[in-house]
């Protein structure tokens, strides 16, 4: 075997080990830390937890817009925002259905999908400016300290603090580990595997639409399915919630600001990817309404269609015959007849609810 070979095969399963202790240590922390302060665990999902794991995305953009090379961290979002409700919810509900909170449906996921409704809305002349990146970072800002405030006049029991700084200090530190972890690991994983598809003859063109524009989410991915297995399922629903807006305002936001020329955005991304990402954005909605949980078919469903979205892309990139008669199948044929069956579902939720109040 050749000893390049033997050394990313390594890196592979070093990196898979740093993202399983890196998530363990991030929830075991973020759980703990949010008990502590009086916060809620979905509080503590939606920021500490979100924002750490969108760590990748925000040093992609950062990077991408100092080197004038904005397009990049458009693209990483777009891609983050499908992967992060498409594969991470999917494989996390069919390992243990997710239950969603109320106040999850009724304000983080609007305003999800009001973000990325107002980011297409500044995209649609082909250019995110300046002052439109300011107001996507300002957004997050004022979100964040939305949800801090709000959460510690639900929750009173912030008495707690003064008594067990030591335990605050540990969690802390765990959380900031069990980030460090993700972050090394998720870079392991995407450099060794881009290495070893090489090696074994795939293209550079698929390795980059599948490997490494997963890569930046996988710390996403590892919280999430982590922390449904640990019970914490509010963690891992609002972890992808959250990041989603996080990358939507802040790290587009910050990536426009830094570039010289604002972000430009092609025809070809505004008309096929945004949609795909305003789509899977709206999909969440009725899929959280439906029982207040992620069943596993709704699991099914997410992952069926990231599969689908992967297997366009790769077939478009290469030019392939069938990827004309693909996509006029996905979207002439499966995705009105998941729309109906969404509404089908969502109305029969509403009668229900109707008929238990009466």
Not at 53 to 81: D, F, H, K, R
Not at 101 to 115: F, G, H, K, W, Y
Not at 270 to 292: E, K, R, S
Request: hydrophobic share 55%; charged share 10%; with cysteine.
């Amino acid at each position: 075997m050749n000893i390049w070979w033997s050394s990313d095969l390594f890196l592979l399963l070093g990196g898979f080990v740093l993202l399983t202790v890196g998530a363990e240590a991030l929830v075991r922390g973020a759980s703990r830390l949010a008990a502590a302060l009086g916060i809620s665990p979905l509080v503590i999902g939606l920021t500490v937890v979100a924002f750490g794991t969108s760590a990748p995305e925000m040093a992609v953009s950062a990077v991408s817009g100092l080197t004038g090379q904005p397009n990049i961290a458009l693209g990483n979002v777009i891609g983050s925002n499908i992967f992060n409700v498409l594969l991470i919810l999917g494989l996390s509900a069919l390992i243990t259905p997710l239950v969603v909170s109320q106040r999850l449906i009724r304000l983080d996921v609007p305003v999800m999908i009001a973000a990325s409704v107002l980011v297409f809305i500044f995209s649609a002349n082909g250019q995110i400016g300046h002052w439109e990146s300011a107001v996507l970072f300002v957004g997050i800002i004022v979100y964040t300290l939305f949800l801090i405030v709000q959460s510690r006049k639900e929750n009173s029991s912030t008495a707690s603090i003064e008594k067990g700084k030591p335990a605050l200090l540990k969690d802390s530190v765990l959380i900031l580990a069990g980030l460090g972890l993700l972050v090394i690991g998720s870079k392991w994983l995407v450099k060794s595997a881009v290495a070893i598809a090489l090696h074994l003859g795939v293209s550079d063109v698929i390795v980059g639409l599948t490997v490494v524009a997963a890569g930046t989410s996988l710390p996403e991915l590892a919280t999430s399915v982590v922390a449904g297995i640990r019970g914490e399922r509010d963690l891992a629903v609002g972890n992808v919630v959250g990041s989603n807006l996080f990358n939507l305002l802040a790290v587009l936001g910050l990536a426009g600001m830094f570039s010289p020329d604002g972000i430009a955005v092609s025809a070809e991304v505004l008309h096929f990817d945004f949609l795909v990402m305003l789509a899977v954005a709206a999909a969440c909605l009725p899929v959280f309404f439906t029982g207040n949980r992620i069943a596993r078919w709704e699991g099914a469903l997410f992952l069926g269609y990231y599969i689908a979205y992967i297997v366009f892309l790769i077939l478009s990139a290469s030019n392939h015959a069938a990827s004309s008669g693909f996509g006029t199948t996905m979207r002439w044929f499966v995705i009105p007849l998941t729309g109906l069956t969404l509404a089908v579902v969502t109305i029969r939720e509403i009668r229900g609810r109707l008929v238990l109040r009466h």
